[in-house]
């Protein structure tokens, strides 16, 4: 893609935190940069306009808001100021604009999902270990940012894995996932989960088993049909994760036909186990039918706790209110 960049090719392993406040922050630049050549009887106000409509209208922000991409700040900033430098031509405005519109497109297709996971750092091992022990749900959200102690952490959970221990199994394959750089190691995962679940049908297993099936390193046909199945087997457990994936496939159409209303009601589901992901997307789909009046609470909601999905609608569809 031209225009998008992934946070695997801006951030190794980074903190989340982080790569929220980089979206949120390119995405305002964007729309400043775009509304302040307002020059009176300039061509170029229209050709700003054009940008800055495309990237407040549903067709980019549903993607935007749902993937883990964001506009490469540098690429296009530097090719827009180029623009204005030399002749400013309409037909090279346009050129850009529909590079955007493609990677938009690749985007979606792409089954590129998203789920905010509110990280929870340990310093050691053993630290992770209590918490993982004490409340196993917290999975996903855990980070131990020493790779000395991710280390042992990853030779504990092998050696727990030969022994089949359920919980030390888990974690040896979410480990193996975080660091996925090939369709082998997804294959091996696959592989792994799918006989572990048959003896311990715990939700982080089918949340992993449905993100390795997302993942774009996995290359069987049925994939996104595949990941779709293992979300709705979570989300019959209550995990908030798969609630949360399952309603998104349905919501853009990944690997079933797009049912919004059954999105929906995934959305209303895991808003009701107080996930926040699930709340914004759930204003998300109001919006879709321009029903403002329901969004707002949820957007509000989301966006008093945090999520960056929420701040942007906020700064865009309710920025009038």
């Known amino acids: 893609m031209k225009y998008f960049v992934s946070y695997s090719e801006v951030f190794s392993?980074?903190?989340?935190?982080k790569k929220e406040s980089l979206r949120l922050q390119t995405y305002n630049l964007l729309i400043k940069f775009l509304s302040r050549k307002q020059i009176p009887n300039n061509h170029i106000i229209e050709e700003f306009n054009k940008f800055k409509n495309y990237f407040e209208s549903?067709?980019?922000t549903n993607v935007y808001f749902l993937s883990p991409f964001i506009i490469n700040e540098n690429k296009f900033v530097k090719n827009i100021y180029k623009l204005i430098t030399l002749s400013g031509e309409s037909n090279s405005y346009n050129?850009?604009?529909k590079d955007i519109q493609n990677d938009v497109e690749e985007i979606k297709r792409g089954a590129s999902a998203y789920k905010t996971n509110y990280m929870i750092k340990v310093d050691t091992a053993d630290n992770y270990?209590?918490?993982?022990?004490?409340?196993?749900?917290?999975?996903t959200n855990l980070v131990l940012e020493?790779?000395?102690?991710?280390?042992?952490?990853?030779?504990?959970?092998?050696?727990?894995?030969t022994k089949k221990d359920n919980l030390l199994s888990l974690l040896y394959l979410k480990l193996r996932y975080d660091n996925l750089s090939k369709s082998e190691d997804v294959e091996s995962i696959i592989k792994d989960?799918?006989?572990?679940?048959?003896?311990?049908?715990?939700?982080?297993?089918?949340?992993?088993l449905g993100m390795c099936y997302?993942?774009?390193y996995c290359n069987r046909e049925n994939k996104t049909s595949k990941a779709l199945e293992y979300f709705i087997k979570g989300s019959e457990q209550n995990d908030t994760n798969c609630i949360y994936m399952a309603g998104l496939h349905y919501f853009m159409g990944l690997g079933t036909s797009k049912d919004v209303l059954k999105a929906r009601d995934y959305f209303e589901k895991g808003a009701k186990l107080n996930d926040i992901d699930c709340s914004s997307c759930l204003g998300i789909y109001y919006l879709s039918i321009n029903d403002k009046e329901k969004a707002k609470p949820y957007i509000e909601d989301s966006a008093s706790k945090g999520d960056y999905k929420a701040?942007?609608?906020l700064d865009t569809d309710f920025r009038e209110n």
């Not at 392993?13 to 935190?17: A, E, V």
């Not at 311990?200 to 992993?208: A, M, N, R, S």
């Open 13 to 17: 392993r980074d903190n989340q935190t």
């Open 95 to 97: 050129s850009i604009l």
């Open 193 to 208: 989960g799918e006989e572990l679940i048959k003896v311990y049908p715990y939700y982080t297993y089918y949340y992993l």
């Open 311 to 313: 701040l942007l609608l």
């Open 58 to 60: 549903k067709e980019f």
């Open 146 to 161: 020493s790779e000395k102690e991710n280390n042992i952490l990853f030779e504990i959970s092998r050696q727990g894995f």
């Open 214 to 216: 997302d993942s774009p």
């Open 129 to 139: 270990l209590e918490k993982y022990y004490k409340s196993p749900e917290l999975l």
